[in-house]
Nanobody, 121 residues
Framework: VKLVESGGGLVQPGGSLRLSCEVS????????VTWFRQAPGKEREGVSC???????YIAYSVEGRFTISRDNAKNMVYLQMDNVKPEDSGIYYC????????????????WGQGTQVTVSS
């Protein structure tokens, strides 16, 4: 199983960024995919999850600003980040385990390498 994140970078406060997670090695359409982030010195926190049927879950801290979507034909999950804030900075990871959405990092078996997001003026 392999997960590859992309799309990170430097963005100004109030700007937008779209992260991508490409999944291979399992029947993607049967699995939920979750985005986590980790800032320096802080624990990894769940940001958003999307189940196999497309039902999304969004953490309160990013509700109304982040949107998750998936394209089963491409084995891709996207995290659209709008109106970003400096506190959104960190390494963003996608993770997969089964078709349940859990914002608990230890629940997940497979992880990508992460992509850095920096929100700064």
């Amino acid at each position: 199983v392999k997960l590859v994140e992309s799309g990170g970078g430097l963005v100004q406060p109030g700007g937008s960024l779209r992260l991508s997670c490409e999944v291979s090695g399992l029947p993607f359409e049967d699995y939920a995919v979750t985005w986590f982030r980790q800032a320096p010195g802080k624990e990894r926190e769940g940001v958003s999850c999307i189940k196999s049927d497309g039902k999304p879950y969004i953490a309160y801290s990013v509700e109304g600003r982040f949107t998750i979507s998936r394209d089963n034909a491409k084995n891709m999950v996207y995290l659209q980040m709008d109106n970003v804030k400096p506190e959104d900075s960190g390494i963003y990871y996608c993770a997969i385990n089964d078709n349940f959405c859990m914002f608990v990092a230890s629940y997940y078996k497979y992880w990508g390498q992460g992509t850095q997001v920096t929100v700064s003026s």
